[in-house]
């Protein structure tokens, strides 16, 4: 059983940082690419930002130059430092990774999300 379990949210001040954290568990052969989605209410869940295994990464025009998204591929763990918050990035923030599990012979690769994590910003 696959898992993936994000934590770091949490309520804080316009202007200040926090960084979430993703890791990922269970019967996994590779893990390819990795992501952060946000859903803010009454909004259409949307990307933040993408990282494939190689390191090269893709964000929302909104939070390019404030947010950094990292992973280390053998923790198996994805995360989202985000710097000079406001409130229009609060939200409920979802990892989000394409993994691989089975056997070698017959990998099975699906798409995995968390739980969520909230994230409010107060101005």
């Known amino acids: 059983q696959v898992q993936l379990v994000e934590s770091g949210g949490g309520l804080v001040q316009a202007g200040e940082s926090l960084r979430l954290s993703c890791a990922a568990s269970?019967?996994?052969?590779?893990?390819?690419?990795m992501g952060w989605y946000r859903q803010a209410p009454g909004k259409q869940r949307e990307l933040v930002a993408t990282?494939?295994?190689?390191?090269?990464?893709n964000y929302a025009d909104s939070v390019k130059g404030r947010f950094t998204i990292s992973r280390d591929n053998g923790k198996k763990s994805v995360y989202l430092q985000m710097n000079s918050l406001n409130a229009e990035d609060t939200a409920v923030y979802y990892c989000?990774?394409?993994?691989?599990?089975?056997?070698?012979?017959?990998?099975?690769?699906?798409?995995?999300w968390g739980q969520g994590t909230q994230v409010t910003v107060s101005s």
């Open positions: 269970g019967s996994i052969l590779w893990i390819s690419a």
């Open positions: 989000n990774a394409f993994i691989a599990s089975g056997s070698y012979s017959r990998p099975i690769g699906q798409d995995y």
């Open positions: 990282i494939t295994s190689g390191g090269s990464t």
